[in-house]
């Protein structure tokens, strides 16, 4: 296995700046990026934290998902006054969701190794599972290669669609069945057998997404320490009551630096996917198991789009002494509600994490608090063997592939196949055709213009239809050369799908098949720096 970093070309303005270190940017945030470790250390230490009865809710949690040694250790070493973390999360997706899950793993275990080396204090890697969120379409599916083509595998499992990922539970029928025809795309390899009953495992034990996810996530990182938290989990929300209290109690004040720091970024020509207003609640309320996003009603008050409940702030207040488990954090409170209950040295974050959380500062400071340093994941694309060889057939680089997609290529290459070109053929003929064509135009438009007109339809007429012979000439010289075809198909698919990164649509699957389980563990053994864009990962 061998590493080598890449620039990569899709990437917003906001994240360019932000990885140049931009004052433009860099002034929405904190801290920069990189670099303030021990700045930010002392930071912490200023502050408050419930840290023994969160470890007792993670002790109680992870054990349930039969966490390592590992991890277990290190929830031990969060209990002391000195220890920090690192943090960073991500839905329960199936099998792991995209490789990106993978990826933001490997980020948050590599800094919080290297921050304690150089600080030397526990530093401990936590992964936040989003089980409040309910959008099961999100994450009900798998992309496989099939045919050169990437292919969506859902889940057919009838969800309530406003049930959290944490109390929605599994068909399990269901999912073994998915899995199996999962299985039977692969290819046999000495690891398939393992690999299957390791993931049959895990779903045999588990009542939830979340339980599922989880298990998954201790079998591929078994001795990191990796600690989970699910978001969604009873015990935690009851942890975030007091944090509750205090969002509920300077939600104006939040709602409105939110806007006006979109307004200002938007100003500055970044674009910010975050739809917020004033008005905004950035809190959901559970009602009959459904989600219930609240927003500020004219009477100041708290309501819903649809005016169907009506809570006073002291109501919402104690409900959030009483039940806290009524409530859950959005986007937007989410990472304030992190930095309350963990002493975060630093969050990893994928693009449009870093994006939204530009907006984020000023709502921190609202709470009493800094905003951690932001880290973008690592990003990292994988090269089988099978896939470096057709780059060199193809006469491609992984960064061209990556960046641009191969159709260019693809049409030169086609180009190169028929002598002389048939594009070039074609539009010679076309040319001579306009050229001989003239006196009778010139003639008809002499005579009258309405006859000039119809000369020039009959031209258009003649064109066309050498377009269309154009067409069907590539066609066949396509089929005739459709096995080479298939090659720069096959390298789009991998490197290029749907017009992005390979992170971003597939699973590990494939992978862990070939490679074995321990594989996402060995993307570990190598160093990687944070200030790269991209990675490829040669295997």
């Excluded at 329960?92 to 919080?112: C, F, M, R």
């Excluded at 034990?205 to 996810?213: E, I, K, Q």
């Excluded at 709602?255 to 917020?276: E, F, I, M, R, W």
């Excluded at 028929?418 to 001579?432: A, D, F, H, L, R």
Aim: hydrophobic share 35%.
């Amino acid at each position: 296995m061998r590493i080598e970093p890449i620039n990569l070309k899709q990437q917003s303005n906001l994240m360019k700046d932000y990885r140049n270190n931009e004052a433009s940017i860099h002034s929405f945030f904190d801290y920069a990026a990189f670099g303030e470790w021990k700045h930010r250390y002392h930071d912490l230490q200023k502050n408050v934290f419930k840290r023994q009865e969160l470890c007792d809710v993670l002790q109680s949690i992870n054990k349930q998902w039969q966490a390592p040694e590992s991890t277990q250790k290190n929830i031990q070493r969060l209990r002391q006054s000195q220890a920090v973390t690192v943090i960073g999360g991500q839905q329960a997706g199936l099998l792991t969701g995209p490789l990106y899950t993978i990826n933001k793993l490997i980020s948050i275990i590599q800094l919080a190794r290297e921050q304690e080396v150089a600080l030397g204090v526990p530093v401990i890697p936590v992964f936040w599972i989003a089980g409040e969120d309910h959008d099961f379409a999100e994450v009900n599916h798998v992309y496989m290669c099939k045919e050169h083509q990437m292919q969506k595998h859902i889940l057919k499992q009838q969800v309530h669609t406003k049930t959290s990922l944490t109390d929605m539970e599994m068909d399990h029928a269901k999912l073994k069945q998915w899995l199996d025809k999962l299985f039977e795309q692969l290819g046999e390899t000495n690891h398939t057998k393992t690999l299957y009953h390791e993931i049959n495992s895990c779903l045999s034990s588990s009542n939830t997404f979340v339980d599922f996810f989880a298990k998954l996530i201790f079998c591929l990182f078994p001795k990191e320490g990796v600690v989970l938290i699910d978001s969604g989990n009873k015990s935690v929300r009851q942890l975030e009551s007091d944090y509750f209290v205090e969002m509920v109690e300077n939600q104006p004040e939040i709602s409105k630096a939110v806007c006006d720091s979109l307004d200002q970024l938007h100003s500055l020509g970044y674009t910010v996917n975050l739809p917020a207003t004033p008005v905004d609640g950035h809190l959901f309320y559970y009602e009959n198991g459904e989600r219930i996003l609240l927003q500020r009603s004219k009477e100041k008050g708290w309501t819903n789009k649809q005016n169907s409940i009506y809570f006073t702030t002291e109501q919402l207040k104690q409900i959030a002494k009483d039940t806290p488990e009524k409530l859950n954090n959005n986007v937007v409170t989410r990472p304030l509600m992190q930095e309350k209950l963990f002493p975060n040295l630093a969050f990893i974050a994928g693009p449009g994490e870093i994006s939204y959380w530009s907006t984020l500062k000023a709502a921190f400071h609202h709470l009493q608090m800094k905003m951690p340093p932001v880290v973008p994941r690592l990003s990292l694309s994988i090269i089988d063997r099978t896939t470096d060889k057709l780059l060199s057939h193809c006469q491609l680089s992984a960064e061209q592939v990556i960046n641009e997609g191969v159709s260019e290529a693809k049409e030169k290459w086609l180009a190169t196949t028929s002598y002389p070109s048939i594009k070039k053929i074609t539009q010679e003929v076309q040319e001579q055709i306009t050229k001989v064509h003239a006196p009778v135009r010139h003639l008809a438009a002499s005579m009258r213009s309405d006859l000039g007109a119809l000369a020039d339809k009959n031209l258009d007429y003649i064109q066309n239809h050498i377009q269309y012979l154009e067409k069907r000439l590539i066609k066949e010289l396509q089929l005739q050369y459709q096995n080479d075809l298939a090659t720069f198909d096959l390298l789009e698919s991998t490197l290029h799908p749907e017009n992005g990164l390979q992170e971003r649509i597939w699973n590990p699957l494939p992978w862990l098949n070939m490679y074995g389980i321990s594989f996402a563990n060995r993307l570990l053994q190598h160093t990687y720096s944070f200030n790269n864009s991209h990675y490829l990962i040669y295997l």
